[in-house]
């Protein structure tokens, strides 16, 4: 649940922070004056949007069915693709691969099917704070309606049921959650906004059931090391954080003693990216080493640049930084997984040219220039 509508109370050790801060503003100011001298475009001008939000598919058929006739999503494109500009895109040799896009309300989700090569499935055994996982938050009217729906259609259950946040935390107390899976096994969650809650367009009267998607949530092996990237690195808007822990988390994220730090943030337009760092337990699993775009796990959200290039060559230097502060650390994952920016001439995804690339903890990001 995105975190900038859970609010929590500022502590004793953040308001001396706060007034550390404070004093500090000279070191500050020269150190963002230095920043802006040397790194040229600014974070902030490097992504504009988040465009879309993609997971791979092994039966497109069936994913269609399941997102337009559970949840309501509506077809926009269906195309077929190969070549050597979609293989460098991918970073996956030999590739012929469908992709279709489908809509509810002014959001958008991708899916791909690979027709050559086939990638490897969802492992059974994997968790919600495992760091591949990553989900939707599909914005409902009634969850209980909602809920009812999803049981008709007899998804498979990864909460054990829909929970409500308690009144104890004020900013978010009657917002209501619940985990499922698509037929793949990909996670996807529900989410009900009361009123005062949440994004104001989610409060606008309607008939319908499922409303549009309000954020893709990623589990993060380190909170400080993800805003490093996303908002220092690509210029993403920190828009809150919170705690959450109790028996409804737990419930939620079917993760016993699960206590997180969430952290929202947002691009100029589009759905915000949220991370769940699990404080504990400390047990999940790292992304596979050896993932790729065909692997049925494979999430990649797309971000629109003005310079795809620019966005490109900033890659490098984290990785190379990340390794120098912590050499023990695996940085293989805050690399690019396309081996070059990719020219696309026939623009039938909707773009000029784009890479892939993974973030530190292994979530994959599709960078486009329209």
């Known amino acids: 649940m995105l975190a900038d509508k859970f ?3 500022i502590s004793q050790s953040q308001i001396s922070e706060r007034r550390f801060e404070g004093s500090c503003w000279l070191a500050v100011c020269f150190f963002n004056f230095c920043f802006l001298i040397f790194n040229s475009p600014s974070p902030a001008q490097l992504v504009k949007a988040v465009d879309a939000v993609g997971m791979t598919v092994a039966d497109m058929d069936r ?15 269906d195309v077929e693709l190969h070549g050597s500009d979609y293989e460098k895109l991918q970073g996956l040799f030999g590739l012929r691969m469908r992709v279709v896009r489908m809509k509810l309300g002014t959001e958008t989700i991708e899916l791909t099917q690979y027709l050559a090569p086939e990638g490897r499935p969802i492992p059974p055994d994997w968790r919600s704070n495992d760091h591949a996982f990553q989900h939707i938050a599909i914005v409902v009217s009634d969850m209980d309606k909602a809920y009812q729906h999803l049981r008709s259609h007899k998804i498979r259950h990864a909460s054990t049921g829909p929970q409500t946040i308690p009144a104890t935390n004020k900013a978010a107390a009657g917002i209501r959650a619940f985990y499922f899976k698509d037929p793949d096994g990909h996670h996807l969650e ?3 906004f009361p009123q005062g ?4 367009r989610w409060q606008q009267k309607n008939d319908r059931l499922f409303l549009g998607i309000d954020h893709t949530a990623i589990v993060v092996s380190s909170t400080a ?14 828009a809150g954080e919170s705690m959450n822990y109790g028996v409804e988390q737990e419930h939620l994220n079917n993760v016993a003693g699960a206590r997180l730090h969430i952290s929202g943030l947002r691009a100029l337009s589009g759905p915000g990216i949220e991370f769940l760092e699990y404080l504990t337990p400390r047990d999940g699993r790292p992304a596979p080493r050896d993932t790729r775009a065909n692997d049925i796990w494979h999430w990649q959200t797309t971000l629109t640049t003005d310079n ?3 966005a490109w060559h900033k890659h490098p230097s984290l990785s190379r930084s990340a390794a120098t502060r912590n050499p023990k650390r695996e940085t293989r994952n805050a690399l690019l997984a396309s081996p070059g920016v990719a020219e696309i001439k026939e623009k039938q ?4 040219r784009g890479f892939l690339a993974r973030d530190p903890d292994g979530h994959g990001l599709q960078f486009v220039e329209r």
């Open 63 to 77: 994913s269609i069915d399941f997102f337009n006739k559970v949840l309501s999503f509506d077809k926009i494109s």
């Open 197 to 200: 809650k949440g994004d104001p």
């Open 308 to 310: 795809a290039l620019g």
């Open 190 to 192: 529900i989410i009900y």
């Open 7 to 9: 609010k929590i109370t």
């Open 349 to 352: 995804l909707g773009f000029v």
């Open 225 to 238: 090391n993800s805003l490093k990237y996303y908002r220092d690195l690509l210029g993403l808007k920190l």
